[in-house]
Every structure is written in C-alpha cells, then in structure tokens.
C-alpha cells in the first residue's frame, strides 16, 4: 500500500487525478491538526461527489485499528504526520509527495517546496526505509527526493 502527502489534503487533483486512475473507493486521511468539523464536512462532501468513502484518523492508535480494504487510499497533510503513522504497525515503504508547499522552502518540483524542518522529518522517514518520491500523478514516473535515500 503506497501512502501519499499533500498538505492541501483532499482537493480536485486527488479526487479526479489520483481517485479516478486508482479507482478509489474510500480516502482514509491521517491529519494531526485537522479538528475543524467544517473543514471535514467540506472533505465529506468532496469524497462523497465522487461516490467515495472518507475516513480521518488523528492518531496512531486510531490508525492501528483500522481494516484495509480494496479501494483505499491513505493521504497524510505533513511530513510530522507521516512520521507519527509510521512509527505503528502496520508501517509503509514508501510515500510519494503530491504537493508539499512550505512558503519559506526549497523549490524541489512544481509541487513541491521543502523547509528545512520538513526536510528532516522525511529524512528522518528515508533513516526507517521509507521510500520517498514525488509524483504529480499515478502515471507519471516518480522522482526520488534528493538528500532521503536511506
């Protein structure tokens, strides 16, 4: 199971780009500061328009009980949340950044804009055998990030 990342969480390029070639049938989002009902509802609505099912999880333990399932599709919104998801079983190899744009970051792809902080909790992600590439979409080839190959 591949789990992805973008810090704008469930928008149109996941839920037609991703969702639609995937052919996915429920988001389970994995978000340490998403608490805002509305902001969730939006996503339900969202997930819903495209005949899916969502499911947010805002800890670990909420997430070592969940069942995988034919469909899913794990989104994470931050390298910390990431991090936090892997350090229970069942862990993932390999995430792939959609989008990831911190303001005052590196420009590492169209889509991606890295602080130093964020840097080194996905270097800390490459140290535990997590693969890291970044992917605007299914179909295209991944890139490896620089500086996280363990």
């Given amino acids: 199971m ?3 990342l973008d810090n704008r969480c469930l928008h149109g390029r996941i839920l037609h780009g991703w969702g639609t070639r995937l052919r996915v049938k429920r988001y389970l989002i994995f ?3 998403l ?3 509305q902001i969730r509802e ?3 609505d969202g997930a819903r328009s495209v005949g899916c099912e969502i499911e947010f999880f805002a800890s ?3 997430y070592s009980s969940h069942v995988e399932r034919t469909g899913d599709f794990w989104l994470v919104d931050s390298p910390a949340a990431a991090l936090e998801l892997n350090r229970v079983e069942p862990r993932f190899e390999r995430l792939i950044l959609i989008g990831l744009r911190d303001q005052s970051g590196e420009v590492i792809s169209e889509d991606v804009r890295l602080s130093a902080d964020n840097r080194a909790l ?3 992600l490459a140290a535990h055998n997590v693969s890291i590439e970044i992917r605007r979409f299914p179909e295209n080839d991944g890139k490896t990030l ?3 190959e363990s």
Avoid: V
């Fill in 2 to 4: 591949n789990y992805h």
């Fill in 31 to 33: 978000s340490l500061d």
């Fill in 35 to 37: 608490s805002d009902p």
């Fill in 42 to 44: 939006l996503y339900r």
């Fill in 60 to 62: 670990s333990a909420d």
């Fill in 122 to 124: 996905l270097e800390e």
């Fill in 146 to 148: 620089t500086g996280t």
